[in-house]
């Protein structure tokens, strides 16, 4: 696999972003916000100063737009690609702010502000405000269907967990229920935009599935006893839903009768009698004469030898957000395959076929695994970021064979921390603690 690199830039505070488009890099520098052109050389398209710290970008869904937020001020500033001279400013005086989004059609911009007393929402054609108050969450539960046609928002009234769903483009109300959740912990759509799950604190093992007009579709509790659920995931396709527990194991249900039909166990130990095929990075670091060739798998090595025991992180039993339990996990892009990552053993990848319901595959890393990032054209293809100068390309097939090769980033002094595709699924953006470039495949 033949990688071409850029130069590095410099970024703060990760905020280094493409467009939606594929055609702008957007990245910040103190109080400089800079749009370069998606190319080899990131070729600076314009430069915009602001008096305050930027602490967050995000493009429009079309690209047309660019907003950069200064929190603790209380204000959003928006610029447009199309007309360089146009700018608008958003003013929060009464708190400051916590989080900014677009709405799907690129005409709101929400906003919501840390005492969670509203959710701001400022129009862009009529430059007209509105208010939404009683919000359960800054920073989570608000949700934009798939569509784009309507906004899933938390909300706590009376002492009871609620939804309000409304249009995306005029805000109007359209449906309000209560949900049977102890403490709401998060919402999420369907990629299909005919429901939305909502699941409990991680004291209650607890998963509700709503239609948008708030008949409850589903009840699901896998058990009483002990830490809940973790994360949550739609399968692309809308036919399952995944629920990441604190007890290693991942829970697919069928949204056809909305029954389970498999755990997924994350065990600490691979034994005899298993097909699981074992990937091991090997210890010795990669030799610097090494470093200019574009792809390599000579540093990993098949482990036949059973049972195969995984290093475990101890984890603080103070710590409020515990390390065990099912981070990190996600479908490809045609729902076939699973990736996964046990907090408790964060070096180790876990890949499984959802036709077959099997782990065949796994991968053990030196360094711990943070990022795993299905190419969003090419189903089967999966980059596994580890915070080292390794981008590490995995594609399974339908007989449960996989294909490695890590590519080393030919840098001086730059590890990746953070990635993130390209829409086109032609290159990938990445970035260390303060510095980005582009790898372009």
Known sequence: MNLVYSNLYKHDGCQAKISPDGLFVANVQENRLIIRQHNQGLTIHMVHLLKNPIDYIEWSPNSEYILSCNYEGGRIHVRSLADKNWH??????????????WTADSKNILYTTELKLLLGIWNL?????????????????????????????????????????????????????EVGTVNLQNLKWSPDGMFIAVWDHCLQHKLLVYRQDGKLCTFYSGYDFGLGIKTVQWSPNSQLI?????????????????????????????????????????????????????????NFNWITRRPYEFTLLRSDPKDINPKVGIGLFQFSVDSSYIYSRSDSIPNVLWLWQVKSLECHNVIVFKNQVRQGLWNPLEAHMLAVICGDKNLHFLQPTDDGEAELITARVPLNEFSIKRAKWNSNGDSLLMMDSELFCLAVL
């Open 125 to 177: 054609p009529t430059l007209e405000y509105k208010y939404i108050r009683q919000i359960k969450y800054t920073d989570k539960g608000i949700e934009t269907s798939p569509d784009g046609n309507y906004i899933a928002i938390a909300r706590k009234e009376n002492g009871k967990d609620c939804i309000s769903t409304y249009s995306s483009s005029t805000f109007d109300l359209l449906e309000h229920f």
């Open 88 to 101: 608008g400013v958003i003013k929060e005086d009464r708190a400051a702010m916590a989080k900014a989004m």
């Open 242 to 298: 995944a629920l990441g527990n604190y007890d290693q194991t991942i829970h697919l249900i069928s949204t056809r009768d909305w029954k389970l039909i498999s755990i997924l166990n994350h065990p600490k130990i691979i034994k005899k009698d298993t097909n699981m095929r074992v990937l091991e990075e090997n210890a010795l670091p990669y030799l610097e004469k090494n470093i200019k060739s574009q792809s390599e798998m000579a």
